[in-house]
């Protein structure tokens, strides 16, 4: 079809039933299955698969060589790094048919998941949250959190802009790209509005 509102190589599967919103662009060898559903302005990089019935937001960037299978939703402005791993199953085996046993994985606005980073199924990816590369998640990330290692681990906190947030003894920081102003507190970080920020 001439008239789509989308981009797709000429080697892209696109299979009927699929919903995929206008800007978005998918590339080389990938496969976009029935029932999926993609926003507006996202960019699927080569090879890459997104199975029935999952869920991108708009302006998700999906780089190379990734699989996103059925149980996976990511909300708006996800990055999904090269060669990155969802599974969907806790306890898979050949022999044993596990459909129907899908476990939901739910990456929130913004988080950025590293090349390499394998994302255990059952577990959610905060706000904003940056997932390292290589990472091995093997339970719930914290917005804003920064995860590294295997089994990932929390090592910090990142601002919306992908900084370091470095806090002073009143729990406050400063992204140095944005000049946002974000406050940990028990254990928690939130970025102030500029009320807040003025009080």
């Given amino acids: ?25 998918i590339w080389h060898f990938s496969h976009i299955m029935s ?24 302006n998700v960037k999906v780089q190379n060589n990734v699989s996103i299978y059925t149980g996976v ?6 990055f999904l790094g090269p060669s990155m791993v969802f599974t969907n199953v806790v306890n898979p085996r050949s022999a044993v048919n596990r459909r129907g046993q899908y476990v939901r994985t ?19 990816i905060g ?11 093997t339970k719930e990330v914290p917005a804003y959190a920064l995860v590294v290692g295997n089994p990932a681990r929390q090592t910090g906190w990142m601002s919306e802009y992908g900084h370091r947030l470095h806090f002073d ?9 944005s000049g ?16 807040q920020t003025a009080e």
Wanted: aromatic letters at 4%; proline letters at 2%.
């Fill in 106 to 124: 739910l990456v929130r606005k913004g988080a950025s998941i590293g090349a390499n980073a394998t994302i255990v199924c059952g577990h959610e």
């Fill in 73 to 78: 939703i990511c909300e708006d402005d996800v």
């Fill in 35 to 58: 029932g999926c559903v993609i926003g507006e302005h996202c960019n699927i990089g080569q090879n890459v698969v997104v199975s029935p019935e999952v869920v991108l937001g708009n």
């Fill in 180 to 195: 946002e102003i974000y406050r940990l507190r028990d254990k928690r970080v939130e970025k102030l509005t500029r009320d």
């Fill in 169 to 177: 003894e009143e729990g406050l920081a400063t992204c140095p790209e």
């Fill in 1 to 25: 079809m001439t008239d789509k509102a989308y981009f797709s190589h000429e080697t892209a599967v696109i299979d009927q039933g699929c919903s995929i919103g206008k800007g978005s662009r």
């Fill in 127 to 137: 706000a904003f949250a940056f997932i390292g590369a290589g990472a091995v998640v």
